[in-house]
């Protein structure tokens, strides 16, 4: 291997150890990976060999004949399972149908039941009005200039670890990796930060019965606004409520109140990113829900269509009162992806919402176990379906080679897994698992763990 394979393959997230965790698991596998290291972009991170060939449910197969349980869902995209029968029964009948008209120009029923669809499931009481896109970036981009036409402010604020697409616009919002901007800089002007909430992690000192929540909302109150940022110019607050690509993080209870109230004397639209916790997958449609909250725009993508690119910018009637022509879209609410989510929503509704939190609990009881069994997990935390276990060592540093380790090992014993933050494993399966799959996967997870922590002493 020359040094240049060797620096692109270590950009790859691929390893060059001895340990063979990163080896392809069968030959058909190998010649495929071959291949595409000769093609496709290098911007691509590939943590593990992983060549799927089909997927059902919550199991995916590779090439090789190898079975997995998936608890990663595509990053938390194949919301009703892989290949749910309802779900592709609609977008059959609709690719039946005709393929493309372009919404912003034409009129077709699938988009508009889709819009109230989400109209009557958003998290706040006034009307709503929906634009599509095709991704979550897209639907961020969508949200900055409608809050910036809404206000006719500039500015906004994000927080860090959080994570909003990688265009120039959303790019700026992202805080989660320094790896993420740093080849681009200038991205959009008038991004500025607050530190996430963390309780477990805080980094602001607290006054006396004041938590992480409300300090993060006094130190935007207190230091940007005096310091840096004039209020008045911002045109919003983005928002995870809970942090995905950071580190699944859950706030305070105080803290998205405290937000609300402090765009509300402001005058500043409070914008909801549920690219990744949204569409029941908290237990509830969306998890702003909650914290007894309401936004003025909500962005939502991934398991939206179950995997097929859709996302939606979902805002208040008063707030998206934009003029013909403002923003638009060639592909955006795509009728297949359309039909994909219709058929997407009324699953999740009929069902797996519930059953997001009810296996939710289940997983969460059993991730509290394996954390009485393992010192490394330091936190245990999440809302339904997405829970995040913190790893670390004695003294609670993070220990993100022995996290990357886990997934690895993980994927040895057919379990999909995901990092997330400096050293969380995420658990986002497909929220139609039941407890005996969860069960096969803690065993997974167990023997994973065990010959990590074996192998790192
Ligand atoms: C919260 C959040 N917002 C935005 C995005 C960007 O979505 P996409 O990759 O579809 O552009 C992601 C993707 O991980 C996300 O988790």
Redesign the pocket.
């Known amino acids: 291997m020359s040094f240049l394979s060797k620096i692109l393959s270590a950009l790859r997230g691929e390893s060059t150890a001895v340990n063979g965790l990163h080896k392809p698991l069968g030959p058909n596998a190998e010649a495929i990976i071959q291949r595409d290291h000769r093609v496709t972009s290098s911007a691509y991170t590939r943590g593990y060999p992983l060549v799927v060939e089909r997927a059902r449910g919550a199991h995916v197969w590779d090439v090789d004949g190898n079975e997995f349980l998936d608890f990663m869902a595509g990053?938390?995209v194949a919301s009703t399972g892989h290949a749910h029968p309802q779900v592709v029964k609609a977008i059959q009948e609709q690719a039946d149908k005709f393929l493309h008209i372009c919404l912003s120009d034409f009129y077709y029923d699938v988009g508009v039941q889709l819009a109230e669809k989400l109209n009557a499931i958003a998290p706040f009481k006034e009307n709503a009005r929906v634009f599509f896109t095709n991704?979550?970036?897209?639907?961020?981009e969508a949200a900055i200039k409608l809050a910036r036409h809404a206000t006719g402010r500039k500015r906004f604020i994000a927080f860090h670890g959080?994570?909003?697409?990688?265009?120039m616009g959303?790019l700026a919002l992202?805080a989660s990796k320094t790896t993420q901007q740093a080849a681009f800089f200038p991205v959009m002007p008038g991004a500025h930060h607050a530190p996430y909430p963390n309780p477990f992690r805080p980094v602001l000192n607290t006054r006396p019965g004041e938590d992480q929540g409300e300090a993060v909302v006094r130190y935007i109150e207190e230091v940007l606004f005096k310091k840096q940022v004039p209020a008045d110019q911002v045109a919003a607050i983005f928002v995870?409520p809970i942090?995905?690509?950071g580190g699944y993080i859950v706030p305070p209870r105080s803290f998205l109140p405290a937000l609300r109230a402090l765009c509300d004397r402001h005058g500043i639209l409070l914008v909801a990113?549920?690219?990744?916790?949204g569409v029941g997958r908290t237990g509830r449609w969306w998890a702003v829900e909650h914290f007894g909250v309401e936004p003025d725009i909500v962005?939502s993508?991934?398991g939206l269509a179950s995997g097929m690119?859709l996302?939606a910018l979902i805002a208040r009637e008063s707030v998206m009162s934009w003029q013909p022509g403002s923003h638009g879209s060639t592909f955006g609410g795509n009728p297949v992806c359309c039909a994909a989510a219709v058929a997407t929503l009324d699953v999740i509704e009929n069902g797996l919402m519930q059953n997001a939190a009810q296996v939710g609990g289940y997983l969460m009881q059993h991730a509290l176990e394996l954390a009485a069994r393992h010192d490394c997990i330091v936190d245990v935390r999440g809302k339904g379906l997405m829970l995040g276990l913190e790893i670390a060592d004695t003294t609670g540093e993070p220990v993100p080679e022995l996290r990357n380790r886990i997934v690895d090992e993980a994927f040895h014993e057919g379990l999909l897994l995901l990092g997330a933050g400096e050293s969380v494993l995420r658990l986002m399966p497909p929220l139609m698992i039941d407890e005996a799959t969860v069960d096969t996967a803690v065993t997974r997870m167990e023997a994973a763990f065990n010959r990590a922590e074996a192998a790192f002493g």
């Open positions: 990053i938390a991704s979550g970036t897209e639907t961020i959080g994570f909003h697409g990688r265009t959303s992202t995870e942090q995905g690509e990113d549920e690219i990744q916790s962005c993508a991934k690119p996302g």
